[in-house]
Nanobody, 125 residues
Framework: QVQLLESGGGAVQAGGSLRLSCAAS????????MAWFRQTPGGEREGVAA?????????RYADSVKGRFTISRDNDKKTLYLQMNNLKPDDTAMYYC?????????????????WGQGTQVTVSS
């Protein structure tokens, strides 16, 4: 079983930066693909960024965050990161880390099986 623990959320002003972390445990094959999602109250959980863990660091981003967010990993620390720059009020949401054996860089919620509890990001104007 995979366990995911997010941290690094907080409140910032528009234009600021935050780095989210997701500490993972469990078999590597269960977290071959990992991603960040976000969700606002009453909204759908949308994919933000995804990458594979044990292959070349190819990434995929939602159009809304391209050029501002960067997903990365530290396999020695079993940690996934999301560097968020030039934050906007529309980025305000609960951010979740997710893992899958086979998502293949998907940004669809249904392709991920294991989820963290989330970390809140609030961006004020």
């Amino acid at each position: 079983q995979v366990q995911l623990l997010e941290s690094g959320g907080g409140a910032v002003q528009a234009g600021g930066s935050l780095r989210l972390s997701c500490a993972a445990s469990g078999p590597t094959y269960r977290r071959a693909y990992m991603a960040w999602f976000r969700q606002t109250p009453g909204g759908e959980r949308e994919g933000v960024a995804a990458m594979a863990i044990d292959s070349l660091p190819r990434e995929r981003y939602a159009d809304s965050v391209k050029g501002r967010f960067t997903i990365s990993r530290d396999n020695d620390k079993k940690t996934l990161y999301l560097q968020m720059n030039n934050l906007k009020p529309d980025d305000t949401a609960m951010y979740y880390c997710a893992a899958s054996t086979s998502a293949r860089w998907s940004l669809l919620r249904g392709d991920y099986y294991d989820w963290g509890q989330g970390t809140q990001v609030t961006v004020s104007s």
